[in-house]
């Protein structure tokens, strides 16, 4: 089985921390997001990783994985990169986004589910959510589940907490009958012009698809798609400010907030204080402990 990362974009949130690299390289607890992928998926057994590239993607050499090149990148979006990657599925696909790092548990847990399409969901999303946007939900997205975890909306926009059960993650396995209404929605997605209904969010340009506007089509198909839930143990880094709280998360320790000169917004509390990313280290700390839910049960509302 192969883990497929996407990390073609160029994520001009970022700036400046990508100018020269992709997001899968910008450094987080001295090593690069990518090395964190690769560490879990060797941990859990999968050897073969695949990476796809586009923005800088001179900068992926010498890392231990396969590399592709989406040279559409810019107008075919994080789907479009996925599918790059057609070839290489086989009966089962784990697909990752490049900007997220995860534990070995999470990905552990995604391997486990038996499900033809499973998705990592975060049931502890909310207070890492407002330490990097505080209330905002102009970027947050639907999820909303059943009882027994099978998802019903993913990836609309909301103006609601309610509508949030969950945080997608970025961590998707695409098995047996999932692969195929994968490979199915995207041709319908490319070539069916008499498919009288959006699909994949087509009311918006190719090169804006994510991954959830290809789950949320596949919601109404006939492969339930089901919530791997977690309570913790990932981060992303969407922004320079991100940098702190994926810290703070990752090892329990406030860490100040990221200033960069022409950089967002930073998050909504702490000290500010620049900050460059922490040097390598042969011995790294022994990371916290980490939990996952023995049971599936509907969230609180």
Same mark, same amino acid.
């Given at each position: 089985?192969?883990?497929?990362?996407?990390?073609?974009?160029?994520? !001009? &949130? /970022?700036?400046?921390?990508?100018? $020269?690299r992709p997001?899968a390289l910008?450094?987080?607890?001295?090593?690069p997001?990518?090395d964190w992928?690769?560490?879990?998926?060797?941990?859990?057994? +999968?050897? %073969? =990783?695949?990476?796809?590239?586009?923005?800088?993607?001179?900068?992926?050499?010498?890392?231990?994985?396969?590399? /592709?090149?989406?040279?559409?990148f810019?107008?075919?979006g994080p789907?479009?990169?996925?599918?790059?990657?057609?070839?290489?599925?086989?009966?089962a =696909?784990v697909?990752?986004?490049? %900007? +997220?790092?995860?534990?070995p548990?999470?990905?552990?847990?995604?391997?486990?589910?038996?499900? *033809? +399409?499973?998705?990592?969901?975060?049931?502890?999303?909310?207070?890492?959510w407002? &330490?990097?946007?505080g *209330? $905002?939900?102009s $970027?947050?997205?639907?999820l909303?589940? !059943?009882?027994d975890? !099978?998802?019903?909306s993913?990836?609309?926009?909301?103006?609601r907490?309610?509508?949030?059960?969950?945080?997608?993650?970025? /961590? #998707?396995?695409? &098995?047996?009958?999932?692969?195929k209404?994968?490979?199915r929605?995207?041709q319908?997605?490319?070539? $069916?012009?008499?498919? &009288?209904r959006?699909?994949l969010?087509? =009311?918006?340009?190719?090169?804006?698809l994510?991954?959830?506007?290809?789950?949320? *089509?596949?919601?109404?198909? %006939?492969?339930?798609?089901?919530?791997v839930?977690?309570?913790?143990?990932?981060?992303e880094?969407? !922004?320079?400010? %991100?940098?702190?709280?994926?810290?703070?998360?990752?090892?329990? =320790?406030?860490?100040?907030?990221?200033? #960069?000169p022409?950089?967002p917004?930073?998050a909504?509390?702490?000290?500010?204080a620049?900050?460059?990313?922490?040097?390598?280290?042969k011995?790294?700390?022994?990371?916290?402990?980490?939990?996952?839910p023995?049971?599936?049960?509907?969230p609180?509302?």
């Amino acid at each position: 089985m192969y883990l497929v990362v996407l990390a073609a974009g160029d994520n !001009t &949130r /970022l700036r400046p921390l990508n100018d $020269d690299r992709p997001a899968a390289l910008i450094p987080f607890q001295g090593r690069p997001l990518l090395d964190w992928t690769i560490s879990a998926a060797r941990e859990c057994g +999968i050897t %073969d =990783v695949l990476v796809i590239g586009g923005y800088r993607y001179e900068a992926f050499t010498g890392h231990e994985a396969r590399l /592709l090149k989406n040279p559409d990148f810019a107008t075919s979006g994080p789907v479009g990169t996925m599918m790059i990657a057609d070839g290489f599925f086989g009966d089962a =696909v784990v697909v990752s986004n490049g %900007d +997220i790092a995860y534990r070995p548990e999470v990905l552990r847990a995604l391997l486990a589910s038996p499900a *033809e +399409i499973s998705v990592v969901v975060d049931l502890d999303w909310q207070p890492y959510w407002e &330490r990097r946007f505080g *209330e $905002d939900l102009s $970027d947050a997205r639907s999820l909303r589940m !059943t009882p027994d975890g !099978t998802i019903r909306s993913i990836g609309q926009e909301v103006n609601r907490i309610e509508d949030v059960q969950a945080q997608y993650v970025g /961590l #998707v396995m695409f &098995r047996g009958r999932g692969v195929k209404a994968l490979r199915r929605a995207w041709q319908r997605a490319t070539g $069916d012009a008499a498919y &009288r209904r959006p699909i994949l969010g087509h =009311v918006n340009a190719m090169a804006k698809l994510a991954v959830t506007d290809l789950l949320d *089509e596949l919601v109404s198909g %006939d492969v339930p798609i089901k919530a791997v839930p977690v309570h913790g143990g990932w981060i992303e880094i969407d !922004t320079p400010a %991100d940098l702190a709280a994926a810290t703070e998360r990752w090892t329990g =320790v406030a860490a100040p907030i990221v200033s #960069v000169p022409g950089s967002p917004a930073a998050a909504p509390s702490g000290p500010a204080a620049e900050a460059a990313p922490p040097a390598a280290s042969k011995n790294p700390p022994t990371p916290p402990p980490f939990e996952l839910p023995q049971i599936f049960r509907a969230p609180r509302r």
